[in-house]
């Protein structure tokens, strides 16, 4: 709605740059997420006795 009363100009502008601010907090949740995953790597769970790799995969 905001982005409807920009020029068409500023409105591409707007676009790409909530492009590049989704593509990064994207890249930044895939890096930690990897990161956690590394970290907890041959743990179990509590309960089951799973492998925590295989609960995070679910």
Same mark, same amino acid.
């Given at each position: 709605m905001l982005l409807d009363r $920009?020029?068409?100009t500023a409105r591409?502008?707007?676009e790409r740059g909530i492009d590049v601010a989704t593509a990064l907090?994207?890249?930044? $949740?895939a890096v930690a997420g990897w990161r956690y995953?590394?970290?907890t790597r041959g743990a179990t769970s509590a309960a089951i006795q799973?492998?925590?790799?295989?609960l995070h995969a679910l």
């Open positions: $920009l020029s068409p591409l502008w707007s907090l994207g890249a930044y $949740l995953v590394d970290m799973y492998p925590i790799e295989c």
